[in-house]
């Protein structure tokens, strides 16, 4: 059986640092994900907004370095849990526990709230992209007898 997972958004709210009674730190946050599509009715990208969990030294982690509006990467498994609410109505929620998290964007980006990505050059009706039109790389002949694979 395989349960991973692998995000990338951006927190929606300062992760919350608590500790349990034995003291191991727990860090709980959610992340804004967009979908890969846009809604047909409007046009629009639908946003799912996903809770986290981080444990240990992962949540110490995320607690010191991100804040809202930060990009992450988290990577880690899908878990349900089964609670009862206060009025005593069973409940179930899906949230991802956190293995590993990454940063998204750089932190100058992350204070900016910078929203895109990095868009590369698109190559030229000729082939060649315009970043690649400088002295800086040198012709290669085709003459692979040298090559020692």
């Known amino acids: 059986m395989l349960n991973r997972i692998i995000l990338m958004g951006r927190l929606t709210r300062d992760p919350e640092l608590r500790h349990t009674q034995s003291g191991t730190a727990v860090a709980s946050f959610s992340l804004a994900v ?3 599509f846009k809604s047909r009715s409007d ?3 639908q946003t799912d907004f996903i809770d986290i969990v981080a444990w240990r ?3 110490e982690f995320v607690s010191k370095y991100f804040t809202k509006g930060r990009m992450a990467v988290v990577e880690g498994r899908l878990q ?3 609670w009862t609410d ?3 109505n069973k409940r179930r929620s899906a ?3 956190a293995d590993n998290i990454y940063f998204g964007d750089s932190k100058r980006d992350g204070e900016s ?4 990505g990095y868009n590369a050059p698109a190559p030229s009706a ?5 970043s690649m039109e400088s002295d800086q790389f040198s012709q290669l002949d085709d003459n692979d007898s040298e090559l020692p694979f």
């Open 34 to 36: 967009d979908r890969d």
């Open 86 to 88: 206060k009025d005593g």
């Open 113 to 116: 709230g910078f929203s895109g």
């Open 57 to 59: 030294q992962t949540g």
């Open 43 to 45: 046009g629009e990208r």
């Open 95 to 97: 949230e991802v526990v």
């Open 126 to 130: 000729y082939g060649t992209p315009p």
């Open 80 to 82: 349900i849990r089964d």
